[in-house]
């Protein structure tokens, strides 16, 4: 990490806008399909740590079993880990950016994914602040219009 990363995480973000533009710093334009879970502290900081993942599943409506939640969706599965990770960490809320490489449109995957972890992080009391889609031109914050 960068001492200009560095600072861009010192700023407190309470504006959806500053947070994009933070992120868009950040992260960069696609070059990969994956979702990076960026954790946020109480005081309006990214916290620690951000993390990139890969390969997940195409449909969070997919059943998988997990030994302590026994048979559920990808999407419940995957928004209960990240309720996890956020606690363990002592952060206060969770940011999703769904990394892919495409045009600045969802497609219904994307709508899929994003509605599944909104619904999910509800049921699961999951504080999701914000969900973002990168893109081939930059970032784009995503809005329950856009895929409920």
């Given amino acids: 990490m960068t001492e200009a990363d560095t600072n861009l995480r010192d700023r407190v973000l309470d504006r959806a806008d500053d947070l994009r533009d933070v992120l868009h710093v950040l992260l960069g334009q696609a070059n990969r399909r ?9 005081s309006g900081r990214i916290g ?6 890969a390969d997940y599943p195409a449909d969070p409506h997919e059943e998988t079993e997990a030994d302590d ?7 419940h599965l995957l928004m209960h880990r990240i309720g996890m990770l956020r606690e363990a960490t002592g952060n206060a809320s969770v940011v999703l950016v769904w ?10 995957q994307d709508r899929a994914w994003a509605s599944a972890m909104a619904d999910e992080a509800a049921a699961l009391g999951v504080p999701l602040r914000a969900q973002f889609l990168l893109h081939n ?5 995503l809005h329950p219009d ?3």
Avoid: H, K, S, T
């Fill in 69 to 75: 939640l026994g048979v559920v969706d990808q999407g």
């Fill in 34 to 42: 994956q979702l990076w879970l960026v954790f946020m502290e109480e």
């Fill in 146 to 148: 856009d895929y409920m």
């Fill in 48 to 53: 620690d740590p951000i993390m990139p993942m």
């Fill in 137 to 141: 031109r930059g970032l784009r914050q």
């Fill in 99 to 108: 990394e892919r490489v495409a045009p600045n449109v969802l497609d219904g």
